[in-house]
């Protein structure tokens, strides 16, 4: 079976644009969540979504938003970057929602801003 | 507040030794908490899941431990190996969903 994948891999944006992160779950798999990963804060929750619903959202600023579409891929957007937005952004996949089920992370997206 | 502690600094074993790494937790009443390994660059790898009303769970070489009284979860790997060397996370469920709050992570480095 194949992992999670994300597009793409490695990110170079200046302050002020915006970006679009791609996540693709494991196939069978409903949820996917997103997660900030940075040296600093370590790895910390932005969202989760769950049969096309925004299910959960971390303590991040509106600028951060995501959606998922009918075959449970998903994206995230990050609008006016700031440098501090320089990151590895995880996504993560499981079965279902709220069952405790393991998660299965992708390999990651490390934006840098500058 | 919330908080999940790891241990703080890196943890060095000789190869063959048990290494025994620490997650504590304050304010939290969680119904499990799971255990993942990260390595340089990749997105972290589950490993056990244990649940409150369990107090040890096996996999291979690892064990893990779950006090919900001292709030503390005590994760080992038996016999370790130079391939065991990575950064272990715990999580904990917070907020409902699929919604985890990890820990800071341990780093362990296993010497020949």
């Known amino acids: 079976k194949a992992g999670v994948t994300q597009t793409p891999r490695y990110l170079i944006k200046t302050r002020g644009q915006q970006v679009t992160l791609s996540c693709s779950p494991i196939?069978?798999?409903?949820?996917v969540s997103w997660y900030q990963q940075t040296p600093g804060q370590g790895l910390q929750f932005l969202f989760e979504?769950?049969?096309?619903?925004?299910?959960n959202k971390g303590n991040f600023p509106g600028r951060f938003s995501g959606r998922q579409f009918s075959n449970s891929r998903s994206e995230m957007n990050v609008s006016t970057l700031e440098l501090g937005d320089s990151a590895l952004y995880l996504c993560?996949?499981?079965?279902?929602?709220?069952?405790?089920?393991?998660?299965?992370f992708g390999p990651g997206t490390r934006l840098t801003v500058t | 507040s919330q908080k999940i502690e790891q241990n703080s600094e890196a943890l060095n074993i000789q190869e063959g030794k048990t290494a025994t790494l620490t997650c504590n937790y304050t304010?939290?009443?969680?119904?499990?908490l799971q255990w993942y390994r990260q390595d340089p660059g990749r997105g972290p790898v589950f490993l056990l899941l244990i649940r409150e009303n369990e107090k040890e769970k096996r996999k291979e070489r690892l064990k893990v431990t779950f006090d919900t009284t001292l709030k503390q979860s005590l994760f080992h790997i038996t016999a370790s190996q130079p391939a065991d060397s990575a950064t272990y996370l715990c999580a904990l469920p917070t907020g409902g969903g699929n919604k985890l709050t990890f820990g800071t992570g341990t780093q362990l480095k296993v010497e020949l």
């Open positions: 304010n939290y009443s969680p119904a499990y």
């Open positions: 993560a996949s499981s079965r279902t929602s709220g069952d405790s089920y393991e998660q299965y």
């Open positions: 196939s069978g798999h409903r949820s």
């Open positions: 979504y769950f049969s096309e619903t925004q299910r």
